[in-house]
């Protein structure tokens, strides 16, 4: 059973578009983290959201936790080729493991 | 600060041996975890150790096993590998948070 089922699981944009990518589970999360992979490396972290409803910006990057704390939305600004990666969403449903979302891959064109 | 390391990065193996990854985290950081990356299932957890003792398991064979020692660096290990254990596996350091620090991760391929 996927706990965090992420939306679109694969996009492919042009430069200067914006996107949203999607976190959704039926489950309760105190918290949720957003993370970007990069070929060949490991994940790393851009933000965690806490409290619900939250609202974080980083860069051209926009980050919301929804009000019931099931889900989380990850908006892009004017995409760069740079934001090309697998985006995970990740939270820890009431146990000490750390979930990972299905994933998206973001392929952006210059 | 320097970062998580892993060891090997790339590894091919064939079917019935057994393999041993290594992690080395992020000085000062006590808890290690170890992840399972394909592109069927995703990242899945397998376990995490803090002060040398596992706190979690996930769901995984026996086969998988881990293990870390005092200076907070952990080893993984897989027997009777099958094709099925080529993967990316992950190791993640952190303390005293939950934030996690990910490696670079070590590619096992089984022919």
């Known amino acids: 059973t996927q706990l965090l089922e992420q939306s679109p699981q694969f996009l492919s944009i042009q430069e200067g578009e914006n996107l949203t990518v999607y976190c959704n589970s039926s489950?309760?999360?105190?918290?949720l983290q957003w993370y970007r992979q990069e070929p060949g490396e490991g994940p790393v972290l851009l933000v965690t959201?806490?409290?619900?409803?939250e609202v974080k910006k980083l860069k051209r990057l926009t980050f919301q936790f929804g009000d019931a704390r099931k889900d989380s939305s990850l908006h892009i600004t004017a995409a760069q080729t740079g934001d090309t990666g697998l985006y995970l969403c990740?939270?820890?449903?009431?146990?000490?493991?750390?979930?990972f979302g299905t994933g998206t891959r973001l392929q952006v064109f210059p | 600060k320097a970062g998580v390391t892993q060891t090997p990065r790339y590894l091919i193996k064939t079917r019935g041996q057994q393999v041993t990854l290594s992690c080395s985290p992020i000085?000062?950081?006590?808890?290690v975890s170890w992840y399972q990356q394909t592109p069927g299932q995703g990242l899945q957890f397998l376990f995490e150790?803090?002060?040398?003792?596992?706190?979690n398991k996930g769901n995984f064979p026996g086969r998988f096993s881990g293990r870390q020692f005092s200076n907070s660096r952990s080893e993984m290990n897989v027997s009777t590998l099958e094709l099925g254990d080529s993967a990316l596996y992950l190791c993640?350091?952190?303390?005293?948070?939950?934030?996690?620090?990910f490696g670079p991760g070590t590619r096992l391929l089984v022919l």
């Open positions: 993640a350091s952190s303390f005293p948070s939950e934030t996690q620090y």
């Open positions: 489950s309760v999360f105190s918290s």
């Open positions: 959201v806490v409290t619900g409803g």
């Open positions: 990740a939270g820890t449903p009431g146990t000490d493991k750390l979930i």
């Open positions: 000085s000062g950081h006590r808890s």
């Open positions: 150790y803090f002060s040398e003792t596992q706190r």
